[in-house]
Antibody, heavy 123, light 110 residues
Framework: EVQLLESGGGLVQPGGSLRLSCAASGFTFSSYAMSWVRQAPGKGLEWVSAISGSGGSTYYADSVKGRFTISRDNSKNTLYLQMNSLRAEDTAVYYC????????????????WGQGTLVTVSS | SYVLTQPPSVSVAPGQTARITCGGNNIGSKSVHWYQQKPGQAPVLVVYDDSDRPSGIPERFSGSNSGNTATLTISRVEAGDEADYYCQVWDSSSDHPYVVFGGGTKLTVL
């Protein structure tokens, strides 16, 4: 059974940093691209970033480019999102999600999602 | 940047057919994916690559894509279909590909 478990969310001041983790199990992690998607309170889904199975290709939304870094450790079956220079508008539930198909260059669609971790940026 | 436009809300009576549109410039040339999200839950993929269904998704959910509009069709709507629905595409038109979500459509079952 595929499981994705996010952690690392919490309250942080504007300008601060957080690192989110997503522990994956139940599939061959290194074969699948992974994504981070966020949802601000009461708002729609916003794609944040994605990474290929090998980690060699990364993609970012313009809203986070230069501030967020996606990475993965295939030996630990874990996906990360390093978030720096956080702003109030980064407040959201952050989901990690798994690509539907292995070995693809396109990182969507996603077929499994974690339960999400809440990041609150406030002073 | 590429923009996907969805109606904010769609209402339908039980047993009728709901159609949720997703507009984008020449969206017919892209693969469109649809997600269902119920309150307090993570999204669920209901249609991918315009018209394919993941295992476990009822045949009542179908999709089409042509020209500037993609459509998610839910036949014989049930109360349990009430949710927010989002379309999604991969835009590779620039040097830096990225993913786009539509703004979402709230489906209300009357």
């Amino acid at each position: 059974e595929v499981q994705l478990l996010e952690s690392g969310g919490g309250l942080v001041q504007p300008g601060g940093s957080l690192r989110l983790s997503c522990a994956a199990s139940g599939f061959t992690f290194s074969s699948y691209a992974m994504s981070w998607v966020r949802q601000a309170p009461g708002k729609g889904l916003e794609w944040v970033s994605a990474i290929s199975g090998s980690g060699g290709s990364t993609y970012y939304a313009d809203s986070v480019k230069g501030r967020f870094t996606i990475s993965r450790d295939n030996s630990k079956n874990t996906l990360y999102l390093q978030m720096n220079s956080l702003r109030a508008e980064d407040t959201a539930v952050y989901y990690c999600a798994k690509d539907l198909s292995p070995y693809t260059t396109v990182t969507i669609p996603v077929d499994y999602w974690g339960q999400g971790t809440l990041v609150t940026v406030s002073s | 940047s590429y923009v996907l436009t969805q109606p904010p809300s769609v209402s339908v009576a039980p047993g009728q057919t709901a159609r949720i549109t997703c507009g984008g410039n020449n969206i017919g040339s892209k693969s469109v994916h649809w997600y269902q999200q119920k309150p307090g839950q993570a999204p669920v993929l209901v249609v991918y690559d315009d018209s394919d269904r993941p295992s476990g998704i009822p045949e009542r959910f179908s999709g089409s894509n042509s020209g500037n509009t993609a459509t998610l069709t839910i036949s014989r709507v049930e109360a349990g279909d009430e949710a927010d629905y989002y379309c999604q595409v991969w835009d590779s038109s620039s040097d830096h590909p990225y993913v786009v979500f539509g703004g979402g459509t709230k489906l209300t079952v009357l």
